[in-house]
Nanobody
């Protein structure tokens, strides 16, 4: 059974940092490109960052220069280092495979507020 478990979210002040983790089980993690998404209240899910199997990386314009995606295939885990967080980054963050979607995890809440 394929499972994605996101963690590392929390409440942080503007300008702060968080590191999100997404652990995958039940699948051959190294076979997938992986993506981080986020969904703010009342908004559609938004693509944040992509890392391919060979570590090619893309970011949305809204996070470029502040967020860093990485992966550890030995640990079946993808990470999202988020620096200089702003209130508009407040959302539930999810990871998933690409182009084949896996069952969505529960996400991890990130709240940026003073």
């Amino acid at each position: 059974q394929v499972q994605l478990v996101e963690s590392g979210g929390g409440l942080v002040q503007p300008g702060g940092s968080l590191r999100l983790s997404c652990a995958a089980s039940g699948t051959i993690f190294s076979s997938y490109a992986m993506r981080w998404y986020r969904q703010a209240p009342g908004k559609q899910r938004e693509l944040v960052a992509t890392i391919t199997r060979d570590a090619g990386i893309n970011y949305s314009d809204s996070v470029k220069g502040r967020f860093t995606i990485s992966r550890d295939n030995a640990k079946n885990t993808v990470y999202l280092q988020m620096n200089n967080l702003q209130p508009e980054d407040t959302a539930v963050y999810y990871c998933n495979g690409w182009p084949i979607l896996l069952p969505w995890g529960q996400g991890t809440q990130v709240t940026v507020s003073s």
